[in-house]
């Protein structure tokens, strides 16, 4: 007898009995159920382990992406060291030359030269920042000269002055600066003779538009580098030589030397015509004489303080037929009552 033989599990087989099916027709039906319902036991481990390591896997990533996180939005945001400043060298030069200076006095520069005022400094600065790339020429080595350099790093610069040593000196001091020392045959003093010498040779070597590179005029400068003569000069400040004694070099030929260059220059295709001159110490008799003579009263749009701001256009397509500066000539000399010139006041 086999009743004392355990039960075999099928807790999930129904068994429906059959009172016509013969017995081995029972067992056959049985094995099937048994094979559908439990799974084999190797099959079962498999599946678990299979299971285990796809949740082990799921959870060690979900981890690791949490903690990157976590990390990078708590780790500040650093950018690599570099060697070069933020700033152009000639802006940081410049700043830390204004910012060393306790008092307006400087020993750099020329120092009977008076630094600009603030509005001064800024007439200048609105055309430099307004004019595309300016090629700027600088007559006198001062106590803005940094500050030009700085201010126009995307143009050209160039400075003038009549001490060879304070070029040298400068240059030495400052990489990359462009200057040229020039020497001056003409005296304060001497001021109405040089006028009336322009004037009545204002058709011949003292015309408006020529090339001041083989010019005879006593006021035009002809011996700097021939390049400077070339260049279409969108800006011009005439802050030198000096000017504030009799035996002084005096302003007269920069004056004439910038008018020149302004009405002679070439613009080409597209070019600018116009030309910005700047004239400092415009309160001194002689900066406001050769001023109106030849940068003209009528192109003077501003004046700030002692600084007077000319625009002349340019005259080259005349092919130097122009034998007048101006339309209308309003010079000292010009004027029937002529006023006597006191030196005590052309230094204020």
């Known amino acids: 007898m086999k009743q004392n033989q355990p ?16 017995p081995t027709n029972l067992n056959t039906k049985l094995l099937l ?7 084999s036991p190797l099959l079962s481990h498999h599946r678990l382990c299979l299971l285990f390591f796809l949740i082990f896997f799921t959870l060690l990533f979900t981890i690791t992406l949490f903690t990157t996180t976590i990390f990078f939005s708590t780790t500040p945001t650093t ?19 204004y910012a060393s200076i306790t008092n307006i006095t400087t020993t750099t ?17 609105t055309i430099l920042l307004k004019t595309q790339n300016p090629n700027f020429l600088i007559f006198g080595l001062t106590h803005e000269s940094l500050l030009w350099h700085a201010l126009n790093h995307n143009g050209r610069t160039v400075f003038i002055d009549e001490n060879e040593y304070l070029i040298s000196n400068f240059e030495s001091s400052n990489a990359g600066f462009e200057a040229y020392d020039v020497q001056f045959t003409t005296k304060v003093s001497d001021y ?5 010498h322009a004037k009545a040779r204002s058709r011949e070597e003292c015309k408006p538009v020529q090339n001041l590179l083989f010019s005879e005029c006593k006021l035009g400068i002809n011996d700097l580098p021939n390049h400077i003569y070339q260049v279409p000069w969108d800006v011009i400040l005439v802050d030198g030589p000096r000017g504030y004694f009799p035996a002084a070099p005096g302003r007269m030929s920069a004056i004439f030397t910038a008018a020149v260059l302004a009405k002679s220059k070439k613009t080409g295709t597209g070019g600018k015509t116009m030309t910005h001159v700047f004239v400092h110490d415009f309160g001194r ?18 004046k700030v303080d002692l600084l007077g701001h000319f625009v002349i256009e340019s005259e080259s397509d005349d092919n130097g037929k122009s034998s007048v500066f101006c339309r209308n000539s309003s010079s000292l000399l010009s004027s029937s009552k002529e006023p006597v010139w006191d030196f005590r006041q052309s230094v204020k």
Not at 192 to 196: E, F, G, I, K, V
């Open 33 to 39: 159920l048994h094979k559908q319902t439990l799974p």
């Open 285 to 302: 008799e002689v900066e406001r004489v050769f001023s109106n003579e030849f940068l003209c009263e009528e192109n003077l749009v501003q």
């Open 7 to 22: 039960k075999p599990l099928l807790s999930s087989i129904i068994f429906i009995p059959q009172h016509n099916m013969k």
């Open 109 to 125: 520069t020329t120092t009977t030269t008076k630094p600009m005022s603030h509005d001064e400094l800024h007439a200048i600065t």
């Open 192 to 196: 109405p003779n040089l006028l009336s």
């Open 79 to 97: 950018t690599p060291p570099t060697t070069t400043s933020p700033l152009s060298p000639s802006v940081t030069k410049a700043l830390l030359h």
